[in-house]
């Protein structure tokens, strides 16, 4: 038997075996054909089997798939960093290469806890974070993920506790008000001694709710990171590399994190790697005091393999009008989803860049609503009230109606 993600073991599990996929098209072993809404999680950006990453790698295969990074480098790893250290915000400056996302975020926590110690603050540990956020499932970053949507009851005695303040209620075009920061001011007033960093995701909170806030809210909080000395680390894991309509969400707020968290789209989905980086004061502080080394180093880090797959990807990304095509999926996006405000079981429709939100009234039943999209030609994975679409960039006009029809059509019915 094989576990699948937040999956029984149980035989009667709905799962599709797949034969290969191109393009935005998953093809199935029956011979069926799915339109991805998925990008197999934020990741596959240019679609599947695209020849021009499949070169790449091969060409990075003939030479060596891997080899340890104790010691060693290579130039896929030393391009892709100068290539992230270039096209994040300025004050970015150092790379960590490791597995996954989770780890990223994992290697963020201790880099700040580090830097604090390297600042003779042993006791700033805390992170400080906002409900209905989402990190990833290692201990860590389960930690900061939400409470409830974390289960954190489950594991409470093996869990760190963090900090947790209300998210704020401002959405994307809003203002926000005193009364969205003033929890996260009582809490950094409170605590900031103990406040290593505030971690969030910008802008789009990912799979702890889909929820798009105000660019004024994070700008709050980097004043009030810098004021009240704590770190800033920005989780861009879903949202970097295009999806929100800008390379990274943050640039909406034009604000610069002290530690950022990349992954998912980082290889096109082509291969698991992720990245944490840094400033250059953090990253020499960390340095140049006891114990005069970042504590982390994963056996698999900085994979060659996965590092050209990066450097593919961003190639085909930056050379392409990726902006364009995001306003486009999202017009799109917009006036094909504004339907389903009309039915009783819909509760809202919310889209941003690349990202299309129909929130219901009450939980899917996944086990019956899932065959239902395959049978109407779409690959989507709905999760609790969330039907959510997020597109390879390259999905054509008549490929994304048929997506957006399907949602409409499966919606009406249920
Ligand atoms: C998916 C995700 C993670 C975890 O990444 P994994 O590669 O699944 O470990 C962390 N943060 C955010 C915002 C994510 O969307």
Redesign the pocket.
Known sequence: MVWHPYSAVNADLCIFPVKSAQGVVIKLMDGRELIDGMSS??SAIHGYNHPVMNQAIIRQLESMAHIMFGGLTHQPAVELAAKLVEITPNSLATVFFS???????EVAMKMAIQYWHSKQQPNKQKMLTIRH??????FG?MSVSDPVNGMHSLFASSLAQQIFVDAPSCKFHQTCTANDSQPLIEQLEKNHQQIAAVIL?PIV???GGMRFYSPDYLKHVRELCDQFKVLLIL?????GFGRTGKLFACEYAKTEPDIL?L??ALTGGYL?L?ATMTTTEIAQSISHHDPGVFMHGPTFMANPLACTAGLASLDILLNSSWQEKIVQIEKALKIGLKPCLDFPQVKDVRVLGAIGVVELQSPVNLKTIQPKFVDEGVWLRPFNKLIYLMPPFIITDDELHDLINAVIKIISRI
Request: proline share 0%; glycine share 16%; charged share 20%.
């Open positions: 999680w934020w597995d996954s996302g989770s780890v990223a975020v956020g989402y990190h990833g499932d290692t970053a995701e909170q990912g799979a989780d861009e894991i879903a949202t968290c992954g998912k698991t992720a």
